[in-house]
């Protein structure tokens, strides 16, 4: 399959690994100081820098004065941020469930594999946004046409992953556990599927990423709440003060999102992603 | 492709089974579409027919090249840019580890944010023109291509590096005749991945704001309605970014011919 655009081998780190051996409360606490740390590091640059170089407000505004902006008006911040989030977990559900059981009916079913995959590739090819001009067309302006684009953009990773592990799996694990006379549901369950988990995460927190992207360029044909809307109403009138708190709970609800599927994922692959 | 057709191993066989799957599949596709759209004579705002879609596109064939060469020029630059940028910074980080613990967790902070967020300022930044998609572009993908070469480095044994090294092997010796070796299958990875992301980032970031390109031509049809133009627009991009794909594989496929 070397034709695939596979999301290979984990590209992204996972800094918390190294750390599980010792992973007592002492050394979760202090990973979290670190992280405050840095945070506040980040700010007071950020502040810094405006005022040290007198930045125009144009480029970059003091966070301060984009921290006044969020605080001025939470309301429209926190529905935008519970919108997008409600439109791309929705999406990126739905997408993980459909990915992995497509994925586990290709790798039972070549044929199938064969006729569609290619499809599903070329799918991927088309520009999301135009992907949801249609989507917008066909389902209206609601929140499950935006959870319709965030699913379009999950579910294609998580295929290719969990079609890949399940292929990972060792034939002589196999053959031993047919030879005991397993089920083909019991090699699915305790063997192809527990194989193929690190690989299929790999894709999820990718997907994280991407159902958020989905959700926002949802947004962007005309709707009235949610982070993308924010966003293009700053850009029309430039705003950079919007533009930025706006970014700023993109960033947040990103590394949120993130967050959670890699604490899952540490969770439930706590043997760790063999690479 | 573990499914050969041994049947046609007499001659050199003109398709692999799954490939013929494949084009079955296209096939099948294409017909049924073409049948729902006109066995229901469905409204083409709904589903237009292919035969119509493809009639459109020859129709306008001046404007949909004209606007594809813009934004595949986009792509191609902030690609280019992108690559490097990325590949480099992969290299200086592994070269030096003392800047990676700060590194890494902030380019992994960074790529949480989702990167089409960033095009409303980039547009405010670098005004509608074609620099503001070669920011966009070499934004999404520096990142991808940072992280995937990034793990392709890592992945040199330190047995392999502490053995050139007692035959007197500078730092930049085992970078260009372990490392990169080592790493080029997953840097071709991120390469193939990021052919499509660049089209595709590309024409979002037209939508929002732009003088030409097909991302512009798709806005301008979806505000007029006109959604046989929508799909041409689609499909042309489509096959822009799949040739871009098969461009990269066929390169990858000499160069990392180990794989």
């Known amino acids: ?46 502040e810094a820098a405006v005022v040290v170089f007198s930045i125009k407000p144009h480029y970059l505004p003091r966070l301060s004065l984009v921290l006044q902006a969020i605080a001025a008006t939470p309301d429209a911040y926190v529905s935008g941020f519970l919108r997008t989030l409600a439109e791309s977990l929705i999406g990126f559900a739905s997408g993980a469930l459909f990915g992995v059981g497509i994925g586990i009916v290709f790798f039972r079913v070549p044929v199938l594999r064969d006729m569609i995959f290619p499809i599903f590739i070329v799918s991927q090819t088309i520009p999301v946004i135009a992907f949801g001009a249609l989507v917008v067309l066909w389902f209206g302006n609601t929140l499950l046409a935006k959870a319709i684009i965030a699913f379009y953009v999950t579910f294609f990773p998580v295929t290719v992953n969990t079609l890949l592990g399940l292929r990972s799996v060792d034939p002589r694990q196999e053959a031993l556990m047919k030879s005991f006379g397993a089920t083909r549901g019991q090699l699915m369950r305790q063997l192809q599927l527990p194989t193929a988990l690190p690989q299929i995460f790999v894709a999820l927190r990718l997907g994280a990423s991407l159902s958020l992207v989905g959700a926002i360029v949802g947004e962007w044909f005309g709707d009235t709440t949610g982070l993308g809307v924010l966003l293009l109403q700053a850009m029309f009138n430039e705003n950079a003060v919007g533009l930025w708190a706006a970014l700023l709970m993109c960033a947040l609800l990103g590394t949120l999102f993130y967050g959670v599927v890699a604490w899952v994922e540490r969770r439930l692959v706590f043997w760790g992603a063999e690479q | 492709m573990s499914t050969h057709a041994p049947s046609a191993a007499r001659s050199a066989p003109f398709m692999s089974l799954s490939a013929q799957r494949g084009v079955l599949g296209a096939v099948l596709l294409i017909a049924l579409w073409e049948g729902l759209a006109r066995g229901l004579k469905l409204p083409t705002y709904t589903l ?35 690559a ?16 990676r613990g700060f590194v890494l967790p902030s380019a992994t902070a960074f790529n949480s944010v989702p990167v089409i967020a960033w095009s409303p300022l980039v547009l405010l930044w670098f005004g509608t023109g074609m620099a503001s998609k070669f920011v966009m572009v070499a934004l999404a993908i520096s990142f991808t291509l940072f992280l995937s070469a990034l793990s392709g480095l890592d992945r040199v044994d330190r047995r392999s590096v502490d053995l050139m090294r007692s035959f007197g092997a500078g730092r930049l010796a085992v970078l260009w005749r372990l490392r990169l070796p080592t790493a080029l299958p997953l840097i071709f990875a991120g390469l193939r991945v990021a052919t499509a992301r660049s089209v595709l980032i590309a024409v979002v970031t037209e939508m929002l704001g732009a003088n030409a390109g097909l991302g512009l031509l798709i806005y301008q049809a979806v505000v007029q309605v006109d959604f046989v133009q929508v799909w041409g627009a689609v499909f042309v991009a489509s096959a822009a970014s799949l040739t871009f794909f098969g461009i990269v594989s066929a390169i990858e496929r000499k160069i990392v011919f180990w794989k």
């Open chain 1, 1 to 46: 399959m070397s034709a695939l655009p596979v999301v290979s081998a984990s590209p992204v780190a996972r800094p918390a690994t190294a750390t599980r051996a010792s992973g007592s409360a002492a050394a979760g606490w202090s990973k979290a100081l670190r992280v405050v740390f840095a945070l506040v590091a980040v700010a007071v640059a950020w």
């Open chain 2, 48 to 82: 237009p027919a292919v035969s119509q879609i493809f009639i459109s596109i020859w129709d306008q064939r001046n404007v949909l090249v004209g606007a594809a060469g813009v934004t595949v020029a986009e792509a191609l630059v902030g690609y280019a840019l992108g």
């Open chain 2, 84 to 99: 490097l940028i990325g590949i480099g910074g992969a290299v200086w980080v592994s070269m030096q580890p003392r800047v």
